[in-house]
Structures are given as C-alpha cells and as structure tokens.
C-alpha cells in the first residue's frame, strides 16, 4: 500500500500569480525581455544599484546569518521600533504561511478579506485552518466596512484575520484608526495587516503605533519596494511574543546571503525609492485619465497598481500579450471582467494605453464601465 499524503492537501488549489510563464513565452514566440510586464506590482525602476553591487559581492560559500541580525537592525532603525520586534522572511509569502502555521490548528476559523491575495486561503488550508470570507461589493467600489467584518469574525470565531492593506487587487486602502478599531474590537484575533503595496502610497500610513496593541503584525515586502522578486525578501513587525513565535516554526536559514546583503544596501539607497514613488504617482495618475478616456471603468486606487473592468480579462490580456505587454487578468480573484495593471514607467504606461486604444478599434475587444 502506498503511503498516502495528508487528506487536507486534496482539498487544495494552486494559486494563480502574475507575471507570464516560460511555457506561455514559448508558445507565443516571445522572449522575456520582449514583453512589459505589466502584472506585477513592483517598484517600476527596478533594483538599486547599490543593492545590486551588493548581491553581486555577497559571499554565499557559507551558511547566511539565521537571524539576518544586520538587516533586522537596519529594518528596526529604520521603522523605529525594537529589533525584537523584527522577523525577516523569504519574502512576506513565507511569513504568511508562518502565521498560520504557529497560530491556527486544525479546525480554527481564519477570516480573509476578500477579494484578495489567493495564498491567504491558502495557508491557512495547509495548517488545517478554515477560511470565512468577508467580501466587499463591487458596489461599494469594494470598500471594507468595518462593522460587517467585526461582525463576520465574531460569529466565526476567528482566530487570525487576514487583511491587505492597500488591497491587492482592489488598490483600496483601510485608514489606521479603521486598523486600530478592528484590533481593539477583536481582542482574541490576530490581525495580520498585509502591507506589501504600502510604500507606495502617496503618504504612506503610521501603522506602527498598532503593535502596541499586541494582536497586531504588519507584513510588508522587500521584493516590492526594490525590485526583488528573484531573490525574495520581506519582513514582519510585530510584538516580541509572536515574533518568537514566528521563528519558532520558521526553517533555518530561510533568507540567504545575497537576499540579506542586497536587502541592507537597499535600504541605504532612499534616494531610489523615492524616486519610483513619484514616477508610480504621475504614471497612475496618467494611466487613470487616458484609460478613463478610452471608456475604461478604473477603480480608485492608493497603490502602485490600477484595477481596470474591461468585460473580459481574458481575452484583454491575451490580445495584449501578443503585442508584447501583459497584465494581470483577475478571474482567479472571483473578477473576470477586470484586469490589474501594475504602475511603470511612463514610457511604458504610454506604449500600454496605446496599445488598448488600438483594440477597442480593430479587434472590438468589449470594453465597459465608461468611468462610471
């Protein structure tokens, strides 16, 4: 008899990503560097120099510093909280599937504020948990509503509540005293507060005063300020006594050498990354106009990311890959009319819009919404 793997596993569905697979390239007859990458929500200027001089010098012929000490010390530095209050990850994905792993046993109540980053439901499917979802409506321009959640969480008795903060794919952003409210009124709940997507807000929130609180961790990512996603970095903050927990089931050397020295260097170069906030504030502010112009309902968003209703994401994207740009269809976020468009280069929103404007006219794609 074959040995069989947990029933749990069964019960579980991959999670679609952005970004373009090396099958779907070959098929199309494209090479990576022929496609903008539009599906993915990264600082549009790419890595710092200096984080990339760093991981070219990093030395990985032994084992990387399992507690990233310097890196963590740049990060409290930085974010003006204690060291202790510091756990870094292999990008905020792994620290995800860590919350859930050291705070929900099989059969606990999980709520995900949806629609929303699909590895949410997934964790906590892997740690034996129960997703209850609390899911905005398109008719409230997906806006969370506070005492609905409260409400959905109390009658699960949830244990961990996953909310990101802007929304992936929304782009909708919770004020800190919305934050502040839903810990307070749910004491017994960890809030896990995704804030991948918060450097790029116009003014990014102050929500470090929330650790205070104790049920609160932030999350944020590495990856999406600098550039990273090959090398996968984020961190979390939170109160000393879930950070312990956090590296009590964290595996071993989990960053490596070249993710923590990249990572230190990056943070050093702030200059960078102010200047990709304000390339991502004027292209937004020009993606939502001209898109807007072309009939396009756009959704209001805080983050480094527009989603877009188009009537059908699939065939936008698809139409759209084949002239070498891709974006993110949301079908897998329960939204196929809809697709997300990562904020780059001017330049590159500019090739965007007019490659969009040139379907509505010679393949009838059906656009809808007429920024209503």
């Not at 997906?142 to 005492?147: D, E, M």
Request: with cysteine.
């Amino acid at each position: 008899m074959t040995v069989q793997p947990s029933p749990r596993l069964e019960r579980l569905s991959p999670v679609p990503h952005g970004s373009i697979s090396d099958r779907e390239l070959t098929a199309l007859g494209l090479r990576r560097d022929e496609v903008v990458d539009f599906s993915v929500n990264a600082n549009p200027l790419g890595p710092s120099p200096l984080a990339i001089a760093a991981a070219a010098a990093a030395t990985w012929s032994h084992y990387p510093d399992d507690s990233a000490t310097s890196l963590r010390h740049a990060l409290a530095e930085r974010d003006g909280v204690s060291q202790a209050e510091v756990v870094v990850g292999n990008g905020s994905a792994e620290l995800l599937w860590l919350l859930a792993l050291a705070f929900l046993d099989p059969g606990d109540a999980a709520l995900v504020v949806g629609p929303t980053f699909g590895e949410y439901a997934r964790c906590v499917a892997i740690a034996g948990g129960v997703t209850r979802e609390h899911r905005t409506e398109r008719a409230a321009g997906f806006a969370v509503h506070p005492p609905g959640l409260i409400a959905t969480a109390r009658a699960a008795d949830v244990r961990v509540a996953f909310l990101c903060n802007p929304n992936n794919p929304t782009g909708t952003l919770l004020p800190v005293l919305a934050l502040r409210d839903l810990a307070v009124a749910l004491p017994a709940t960890l809030l896990v507060v995704d804030e991948a997507y918060r450097q790029f807000v116009d003014v990014p929130p102050a929500t470090d005063c929330l650790l205070a609180l104790g049920n609160v961790v932030l999350v944020r990512s590495l990856t999406k300020d600098y550039a990273m996603p090959g090398l996968r970095l984020g961190y979390a903050l939170a109160p000393e006594s879930v950070r312990r927990a956090l590296d009590a089931v964290r595996p071993p050397w989990s960053v490596n050498a070249v993710a923590q020295a990249a990572g230190q260097a990056a943070l050093g170069d702030e200059a960078h990354l102010l200047a990709a906030r304000r390339e991502v504030r004027w292209a937004r502010a020009y993606l939502t106009e001209a898109l807007t112009r072309l009939g396009l309902h756009v959704l209001p968003a805080a983050a480094n990311f527009l989603m877009v209703e188009v009537g059908s994401g699939e065939r936008v994207r698809a139409a759209l890959l084949r002239r070498g740009l891709c974006v993110r269809d949301c079908a897998s976020f329960g939204l196929p009319a809809y697709v997300r468009i990562g904020v780059r280069t001017m330049p590159e929103c500019e090739r965007l819009v007019a490659a969009l404007a040139d379907l509505a006219g010679t393949e009838g794609v059906g656009f809808v919404g007429g920024g209503s």
